[in-house]
């Protein structure tokens, strides 16, 4: 379809394919490249739900899932040497840290063994990121985010060769999750201001995030743009700019914290990002509600 070959291109890839949203790529992947009894190695710093799916859902099928901190490449070294591992999947940056992963050492460590390398861009966005130039297998995207760009739009991808890519599609067609018409035909027009787009929610992330680490009541800021940033030299080697989300804790409790998100004039109160508004998450009554302190 039309939009699997625009993102084809934007990656860099020779196949694409789009499914229903971001978690449907990531889990039809999965399913389909890592076998029953298998290994996979992720980082501690991800996406609630894809953390949940792969410790919760994947172990059921016998396979064995080890966490790495995203800094930790003698971790990465030592997964795959001791095991027959079939993939290492990491966000880059990640959720919510945004911690980055060097995506070249990572894949040349990988290949070695003959390991899979997937990396979840959807904080990159494909034009601030090209992790398959970079020497990733696979790269996947919530579409929602910055590719349909609007906040009106459900729909994730997976790129890469055309042989794993072929792979990944042949269980899609078995498990379905397919993108309707409508919402391709959004993220179609999502992409067309996606240049433009992208470069502004660069430039007012990093003004933001240093305007936040100078602010007496803001305790610590994280974005891969800051030269605080523990991978900020990593970011700056394999990023052309760090995208539009910034993290950050107020110097509080979760008390204090709300009453700074209800005085926000501008931003909407929202779990999502990659949209033309501004918008405010505080994951601890929000995405991580039911979690424990």
Not at 22 to 30: F, I, K, S
Request: charge should be negative; proline fraction near 6%.
């Amino acid at each position: 379809m039309i939009l699997e070959k625009k993102i084809s291109a934007l990656e860099g890839a020779e196949s694409t394919l789009v499914m229903a949203s971001g978690m449907c790529a990531t889990t039809v992947m999965l399913f389909a490249l890592v076998p029953p009894n298998g290994h996979i190695v992720t980082s501690t710093d991800c996406y609630r739900k894809t953390k949940i799916f792969m410790e919760t859902f994947l172990p059921k099928l016998g396979i064995t899932v080890i966490v790495i901190d995203p800094a930790d490449t003698p971790g990465l070294e030592d997964a795959v040497n001791k095991h027959e591992v079939s993939l290492f999947f990491t966000e880059s940056p990640t959720n919510p840290f945004l911690r980055c992963v060097d995506i070249e050492l990572v894949s040349k460590i990988c290949h070695k063994r003959g390991t899979l390398v997937c990396i979840d861009g959807t904080f990159a966005t494909p034009l601030n990121q090209k992790p398959l130039a970079l020497g990733a297998d696979l790269v996947v995207h919530s579409a929602t985010k910055y590719i349909g760009g609007h906040n009106d739009v459900l729909g994730g991808c997976v790129s890469g060769s055309m042989e794993l890519v072929s792979e990944v599609r042949n269980l899609h067609h078995v498990l379905g999750g397919t993108l309707n018409p409508n919402a391709a035909y959004l993220l179609i027009r999502g992409m067309k201001t996606i240049h433009l787009r992208v470069k502004q929610q660069n430039l007012t992330a990093l003004r933001m995030a240093q305007i936040l680490e100078t602010h007496p009541k803001v305790s610590h800021v994280y974005y891969p743009g800051l030269p605080s940033h523990p991978e900020h030299h990593i970011a700056k080697r394999q990023m052309t700019g760090f995208g539009g989300v910034v993290s950050f804790e107020i110097d509080g409790d979760r008390e204090t914290t709300i009453k700074f998100v209800d005085s926000l004039k501008i931003p909407y109160i929202a779990p999502s990002f990659g949209g033309c508004e501004s918008i405010v998450d505080q994951p601890a009554i929000m995405s991580y509600w039911d979690l424990t302190q």
